[in-house]
């Protein structure tokens, strides 16, 4: 199957979407995972996001906690299965995801390339505007392009997970000063417009409550694959064994 199919990798039942993170760190993303058993995550100075096989068993679970360390908070982007009785869930939300379904993708003139240079300055555009986990190495993930107004970068969007064939989109912000220029738009078609530049179809995940960020990217060209949560759970103070499981959502 070809990389737009969405074959899954190995030991995955589904679509490459299904379970990107997972997806990711077993294909482009493989150079920056941390592996224990089956268990995968990003360097924690890069994101949060990790990845569980789809049917994580007990094994899984205690590697994960092993991984994270006792009385950690674990998060669980994506997961729409069980938790172990003694992990506490910390944190639940809804989400979507959203793929490219005929976006105008264009480079923007705009638009600047982002480095590790920048990065102070893009920690302190996603504090002020909360858009979701960007971490001091997070711009390893991809290509990020950022605004300037007055030489201050006042807009920035860029790239996180990559499973096979397709690229999410992520840290889409604007400075509240800046708002009502369409900045995001354009920056999220320059991203989309460099994804497809190399084969890839681009894809992103928004709050299913952020009724306005899913109005504006569907009308950039965006459509709902599908409904998924963004979730946390603290891993046990101490590991036991046989631990029972509860379902989530």
Do not use: K
Not at 230 to 244: C, D, I, V
């Amino acid at each position: 199957m070809s990389a737009h199919g969405g074959a899954a990798p190995a030991g995955t039942g589904g679509h490459v979407l299904d379970n990107p993170a997972l997806a990711a760190l077993t294909g482009p993303h493989a150079h920056l995972a941390e592996r224990r058993g089956r268990v995968l995550r990003y360097p924690v100075d890069v994101s949060p996001w990790l990845a569980l096989p789809d049917e994580p068993d007990d094994a899984d679970w205690a590697d994960l906690a092993a991984l994270a360390g006792p009385g950690a908070e674990v998060p669980l982007p994506g997961f729409r299965g069980e938790v172990p009785a003694d992990w506490e869930i910390t944190f639940q939300v809804e989400g979507v995801q959203l793929v490219d379904d005929g976006l105008a993708a264009a480079p923007d003139p705009e638009a600047v390339r982002l480095g590790p240079a920048d990065v102070p300055e893009m920690l302190a555009l996603i504090a002020r505007t909360e858009p979701g986990p960007f971490l001091p190495r997070t711009i390893e993930l991809g290509t990020y392009l950022g605004i300037r107004r007055d030489g201050a970068l006042v807009a920035m969007a860029g790239e996180r997970l990559r499973p096979p064939g397709y690229t999410e989109i992520s840290a889409v912000c604007t400075d509240p000063a800046h708002r009502g220029q369409g900045l995001a738009s354009r920056l999220v078609l320059a991203v989309a417009h460099g994804i497809r530049e190399r084969g890839d179809i681009p894809f992103l995940h928004t709050g299913a409550q952020n009724t306005g960020a899913i109005r504006l990217y569907e009308s950039l060209g965006f459509r709902l694959r599908r409904r998924t949560a963004f979730l946390a759970a603290r891993t046990p103070e101490r590991l036991g064994e046989g631990r029972a499981a509860v379902p989530v959502g």
